[in-house]
Structures are given as C-alpha cells and as structure tokens.
C-alpha cells in the first residue's frame, strides 16, 4: 500500500449509518465526483 493511497472501501455503508437520511444523496454524489476526480490525478 502506497503511502499516497486513499481507500474509501466502506464509504457507502459509513454514509448510510452516520449521515440523515435527507442529505445522503448530495453526500453520495460528492464523495462519487471526489473519487472520480482522484482517478484523473
């Protein structure tokens, strides 16, 4: 494992017990462009 490496391996299940209900959606998105935006890097 890299020292540069970032791992978002349980974001989805972290996203859906700690954030409500009504902002998962915005959050998912973000985290989903985020890691996009990281591959491109």
Same mark, same amino acid.
């Given at each position: 494992?890299?020292?540069?490496?970032? /791992? *978002?391996?349980?974001?989805?299940?972290?996203?859906?017990?700690?954030?409500?209900v009504?902002?998962?959606?915005? /959050?998912?998105?973000?985290v989903?462009? *985020?890691?996009?935006?990281?591959?491109?890097?």
């Open positions: 494992m890299s020292a540069d490496a970032v /791992y *978002f391996e349980q974001w989805a299940s972290v996203l859906r017990d700690t954030v409500p009504s902002l998962q959606a915005v /959050y998912r998105e973000a989903t462009k *985020f890691r996009y935006w990281l591959m491109e890097e």
